[in-house]
């Protein structure tokens, strides 16, 4: 049984590029949701996604968007990257109605 | 104030020593607690929900107090395996988004 699978493990962009980041969730889970982990501290909530919405967002700029796809999976977009978006990217999936998530292995920025 | 803080550590201690740690957070009307363990550059793993009436799983035990919001996570027989960031984490609002503190960072040595 698979879980939570991301791409790319790591990835170096210089400021104002775009990045696209992929997710595909644990089997039987139909959500997903976005974390981000500076160095040093705890996640924090960008958003999360369920049948193909964006259910709830944090306090993220709209530099931050993303998509869920029919197959649950999802992309996180960080457009006009900033040198303090180099962060580890989390992806979590759950099923609905459960509060548990379970995290992928995460896609390290590094924005130069 | 955080909505959810944690002593950060680091906790130094000796194998088969217990050790035990707290987090405190912001709305007593939170209903769903966790505690999630994170290695050196890994994911967070979901160690534990917590219950009202507090739980056990093995060698850790996980308590719970609502009227002061306060929780705690107390790992017994400590092995060198148990070395990690231990993350308090929170469903603050009853929605849909998980809020987790920075972590406290315990170290067991040999």
């Known amino acids: 049984d698979a879980g939570v699978t991301q791409s790319p493990t790591h990835l170096i962009k210089t400021r104002g590029q775009q990045v696209t980041l992929r997710c595909s969730p644990k089997?039987?889970?139909?959500?997903v949701s976005w974390y981000q982990q500076a160095l040093g501290q705890g996640p924090q909530f960008i958003f999360q996604?369920?049948?193909?919405?964006?259910?709830q967002r944090g306090n993220f700029p709209d530099r931050f968007s993303g998509h869920q796809f029919p197959n649950y999976s999802s992309e996180l977009n960080v457009n006009a990257l900033l040198l303090g978006d180099s962060a580890l990217y989390l992806c979590?999936?759950?099923?609905?109605?459960?509060?548990?998530?379970?995290f992928g292995p995460g896609t390290r920025l590094t924005v130069l | 104030r955080k909505e959810v803080e944690q002593d950060p550590g680091p906790f130094n201690v000796p194998e088969g020593a217990t050790v035990a740690f707290n987090c405190t957070y912001s709305?007593?009307?939170?209903?769903?607690f966790f505690w999630y363990r994170q290695d050196c550059r890994k994911e967070p793993k979901l160690l534990m929900s917590?219950?009202?009436s507090g739980n056990e799983d093995g060698r850790f035990t996980a308590q719970l107090n609502r009227a002061s919001q306060y929780m705690s996570l107390l790992i017994r027989d400590s092995k060198l395996s148990d070395s990690a960031t231990y993350l308090c984490?929170?469903?603050?609002?009853?929605?849909?988004?998980?809020?987790f503190g920075a972590g406290t960072t315990v170290t067991v040595r040999a």
């Open positions: 089997s039987g889970h139909d959500t």
């Open positions: 979590a999936s759950s099923r609905r109605g459960v509060d548990e998530q379970f």
């Open positions: 709305n007593s009307a939170s209903q769903s």
């Open positions: 984490v929170v469903n603050l609002s009853n929605d849909y988004k998980l809020s």
């Open positions: 917590v219950y009202s």
């Open positions: 996604y369920y049948e193909e919405e964006e259910r």
